[in-house]
Nanobody, 121 residues
């Protein structure tokens, strides 16, 4: 059973930055990544990274602005979000998988509580 803890969200003005953190435990972890979901919208893939090689993937809407990276602590990743826009406002969830890539949210069955990001105009 996977346990996921997201943190680092908050309220920020457009153009600002936030860094989110995800800590995972409870299973063997090969890749980690992020989704986001705004009210009334479907979950959207944000980014993923392999724990054992440099492979990274990003959703088109965040390329050039967001960076996913591995922390020094095992099974912990960051999402550095720069030049934030109001359309980035959502609850951000992390997750784990066996393969890094452009993930689909309906392939995942366990989730953490998420962390709220709100970007004001």
């Amino acid at each position: 059973q996977v346990h996921l803890v997201e943190s680092g969200g908050g309220l920020v003005q457009a153009g600002g930055s936030l860094r989110l953190t995800c800590a995972a435990s409870g299973r063997t972890i090969y890749a980690m990544g992020w989704f986001r979901q705004a009210p009334g919208k479907e979950s959207e893939f944000v980014a993923s990274i392999s724990w054992y090689d440099p492979s990274k993937y990003y959703g088109d809407s965040v390329k050039g602005r967001f960076t996913i990276s591995r922390a020094d602590t095992l099974n912990t990743v960051y999402l550095q979000m720069n030049n934030l826009k109001p359309e980035d406002s959502a609850v951000y969830y992390c997750n784990v998988a066996d393969v890094v890539g452009m993930w689909a949210a309906d392939d995942f069955h366990s989730w953490g509580q998420g962390t709220q990001v709100t970007v004001s105009s």
